[in-house]
């Protein structure tokens, strides 16, 4: 079984999936108190599970800050946590409170997939940025390959989550959205960080030194070594 301080990727990608985790959790919020306030029967229960979810999201940002992260992760579920409550206020619905999400998912989705087609994967970037040289892995066509593969993992996610928010939405089942969108955040996410590293050496020949120092063709000697197309 692969061991973290054998997956040269795992504190990057690990930190970056902290920061979605963070984002869910306002939507849990919503979802609690507008439920308990439906069924109680208090006055503007969408209101109340908005103001319950921009509240926890800047408590998040908080904590996050204090210490001493970056809380861009929680920035954004503070973000979305707002245009989210004004959507669902908008339309009277409590499913739109998730619009948001779905839309975000569907921008990723695509975004995912143009970098892909492009040979220029996210994650790629993502590591490249994080490392300290975020254009050096252009040069390694084996790490240029190898982030490609990973990237459909990543892909893979919003995908995945698509199919399944769409007919929640659209059949106005805010409370299994809600579920949907803690179960399908944890799980996903660290199936992806776990996953990055393995279909990213798999591209890589014998001897590669990793994501930490690509290598380009003209420092290989021309023996045939090198990995081949997926």
Not at 82 to 109: E, H, K
Not at 155 to 166: D, G, N, S
Not at 186 to 199: A, F, K
Request: charged residues 15%; contains cysteine; proline residues 8%.
């Amino acid at each position: 079984m692969l061991r973290r301080r054998d997956d040269p990727l795992w504190d990057i990608l690990s930190a970056s999936g902290r920061g979605v985790v963070d984002a869910v959790v306002p939507s849990a919020a919503f979802v609690v108190v507008w439920l308990v306030g439906t069924w109680l029967g208090w006055w503007e229960p969408i209101l109340l599970g908005g103001f319950a979810a921009v509240a926890v999201a800047l408590v998040v940002a908080v904590v996050r800050w204090r210490g001493g992260e970056r809380p861009r992760g929680a920035a954004v579920g503070l973000l979305i946590a707002v245009v989210a409550t004004l959507i669902a206020l908008y339309t009277g619905r409590a499913q739109d409170f998730f619009l948001p999400r779905i839309v975000a998912n569907a921008g990723s989705l695509a975004a995912w997939l143009v970098s892909i087609a492009l040979r220029w994967p996210l994650l790629g970037l993502v590591v490249g940025a994080a490392l300290g040289k975020p254009r050096a892995w252009r040069d390694d066509p084996d790490l240029v390959r190898g982030y490609c593969r990973a990237s459909w993992l990543w892909a893979a996610q919003y995908a995945l989550r698509l199919v399944v928010f769409l007919p929640l939405w659209a059949s106005g089942a805010t409370v299994a959205l809600g579920i949907a969108q803690v179960v399908l955040t944890w799980p996903l996410v660290v199936l992806c960080v776990l996953g990055s590293w393995p279909l990213v050496r798999s591209a890589l020949p014998p001897g590669h030194p990793g994501p930490r120092h690509p290598v380009t063709p003209q420092a290989l000697p021309d023996d045939g070594s090198r990995g081949s197309a997926p």
